[in-house]
């Protein structure tokens, strides 16, 4: 399973690798990487329809998490890939939009990665 | 003699005159007019009963006592050229009249000299009168013009006394004034103070959610990555007790990437809370050497995170050029903190403003611009927005204290008036260059 995550923060990078380093080991999931909702579209037209997983920052300099799930829903319709939010501004506002544009998932920061690890697990395995 | 009672009468009368004139009133009028019907009396019975032997004496007694009474008398000074004139006279009627009475044979012989005497001294005596009238007359003319004089100093006196108080009301007057005035000046300038200071805290508050967020993202590293650290920890005593020496090896260089980022992500929460205090402190004014970069960048994200606490659909693109070249740069770092602050705030408003009004969100994409350029005399910041720009008419407004174009409680006014404060204080400029509907964009050079 390939996993995107989307965030500015660069240090995200070593801390889900860190996190995840037993699943990456077992070869469980895959990570890779976007500073910016820009290079994540471009990473996902590279990608030849293979199925991803996106977890995105809502927050970001450019293009928002949000305006990024609404390209990614209106261009990928098969397989539709899952994304989920993660903000740390966990107000309604955001959570109610990013759910209209179809978001498949809502975590706030500081991420639980326990919690994230599980949902995960059922998004793989259902 | 008939005419010494009437010499006399007229004698009393001048008298009167005379003493009126010389403004010594009613002194000696009773004793005048007594003595006046007196002689009136005296003269009636002696034309009726023929009395003239015996009333000639009295005439003479008076005449001489009017003469040395008014000799004697200091208060009829003024009546001395009167008795002048009349003296001759009555020296020579008294003769006249004595010497028949002691013998009229030889009263014969100078009877005709005293009578030519008695003749000049009458002249003398209407001459005199003349000469004292006319004296008497001069004398009042001049009595008058003292009297004006007088008056007139007496109503210049008053007058004076009048603008005296007139001025000394006037000046108290402007005494109060003047320190009701300095009480204002001093309650405006602790207004301003005031305002000051809540201006900054106002830029404080919208700090607040921005400075919150850039704490929590570095802290969520720390809690993280110690976490983890924690974990791998326990991994490497399995490791240890199995004996895998490499593996082992390979926990420790991650522990200690790990341990380089929680310090990293610590200190930079720590700078974001100095940063946060020196803001609020109160300005030292010191100057100090200061990477300009670092500063510039560390307000851009806290003012972008302060407007994305607020509007929580905002967002912009930022683009920054950083001259590495600048090096440190003394400056008072809160101050250009605030300025800076100011002008981000103000840049990320103007392409929300914009991004408002706009329903086609892929044809405006909202872009702030900072940079740092290298001069030869000093450095420029350029801070440029692609928002609605300043109109033309509101250019020269915009440094004025209190001016604003924001809805009422949203902005003091005093944000750019305060920024262009703190770049003369450096001895810098800031300049403006905008165009409508499309940009502005704020130069400020600082000399080095």
Do not use: C
């Not at chain 2, 000074?77 to 030889?106: G, H, N, R, W």
């Not at chain 2, 204290?401 to 810098?428: M, N, Q, R």
């Amino acid at each position: 399973m390939k996993i995107l995550v989307v965030d500015d923060e660069k240090d995200m990078e070593v801390l889900f690798q860190q996190r995840f380093r037993k699943e990456i080991r077992d070869n469980e999931v895959q990570f890779a990487f976007a500073e910016s909702g820009e290079k994540a579209l471009y990473y996902l037209s590279q990608l030849n329809h293979e199925a991803v997983l996106i977890l995105s920052d809502i927050n970001m300099p450019g293009m928002s998490g949000l305006q990024l799930l609404e390209q990614i829903k209106q261009k990928y319709i098969t397989p539709p890939p899952v994304v989920m939010m993660i903000t740390a501004y966990g107000d309604p506002e955001n959570y109610n939009k990013a759910m209209t544009l179809g978001a498949d998932d809502f975590l706030t920061k500081p991420l639980d990665f326990n919690l994230l690890k599980e949902k995960l697990k059922l998004k793989i395995n259902g | 003699m008939l005419a010494e009672p009437f010499i006399a009468f007229f004698l009393l009368r001048d008298v009167r005159r005379i003493l009126r004139n010389n403004g010594q009133g009613d002194a000696f009028k009773e004793e005048i007019k007594i003595i006046s019907y007196g002689i009136g009396i005296l003269f009636i019975a002696e034309l009726i009963f023929h009395l003239e032997p015996v009333t000639k004496w009295i005439w003479h007694l008076l005449l001489f006592s009017i003469i040395i009474i008014a000799f004697l008398k200091e208060e009829l000074y003024a009546t001395k050229t009167l008795m002048y004139a009349v003296l001759p006279f009555a020296i020579i009627s008294f003769s006249k009249d004595l010497f028949e009475l002691i013998s009229a044979k030889q009263y014969k012989f100078v009877d005709n000299y005293l009578d030519a005497a008695s003749v000049f001294s009458f002249i003398w005596m209407i001459a005199m009168v003349f000469v004292s009238r006319k004296q008497q007359k001069a004398l009042q003319k001049e009595h008058e013009k003292t009297q004006q004089e007088e008056e007139q100093k007496k109503w210049m006196t008053a007058r004076k006394a009048e603008l005296e108080r007139i001025v000394e009301e006037r000046t108290s007057e402007l005494r109060q004034q003047k320190e009701q005035i300095e009480s204002t000046l001093v309650e405006l300038k602790a207004t301003q103070n005031q305002l000051i200071q809540s201006e900054k805290m106002a830029s404080l508050g919208e700090l607040t959610a921005g400075i919150a967020h850039e704490i929590q993202n570095p802290l969520n590293f720390v809690n993280n990555f110690s976490e983890i650290n924690t974990e791998l920890i326990d991994e490497m005593k399995e490791e240890i007790e199995k004996g895998n020496i490499e593996v082992v090896k390979s926990i420790a260089t991650d522990i200690r990437e790990n341990e380089t980022k929680i310090n990293h992500h610590g200190k930079r929460a720590d700078a974001i809370v100095k940063g946060m205090l020196q803001h609020s402190r109160k300005n030292t004014g010191q100057k100090e050497p200061t990477d300009l970069n670092d500063l510039a960048d560390e307000y851009l994200r806290l003012s972008y995170h302060g407007l994305r606490a607020k509007d929580k659909s905002f967002n912009a693109a930022m683009n920054t050029n950083f001259d590495v070249t600048i090096g440190k740069i003394s400056l008072v770092a809160q101050d250009i903190g605030r300025l800076l602050l100011n002008l981000f705030n103000n840049a990320f408003y103007a392409v929300a403003e914009k991004n408002k009004d706009i329903n086609d969100h892929s044809k405006y994409q909202p872009t702030i611009w900072l940079a740092t350029r290298k001069q030869e005399n000093g450095i420029e910041i350029l801070i440029k927005d692609n928002g609605n720009g300043i109109p033309k008419e509101v250019q020269d407004k915009i440094f004025q204290p209190f001016f604003t174009t924001k809805p009422t409680g949203e902005g003091t006014g005093l944000g750019l008036s305060l920024s262009y404060d703190i770049v003369k204080a450096h001895g810098g400029e800031l300049k403006l260059e905008t165009k409508e509907n499309e940009f502005t964009e704020f130069i400020i050079f600082l000399p080095i």
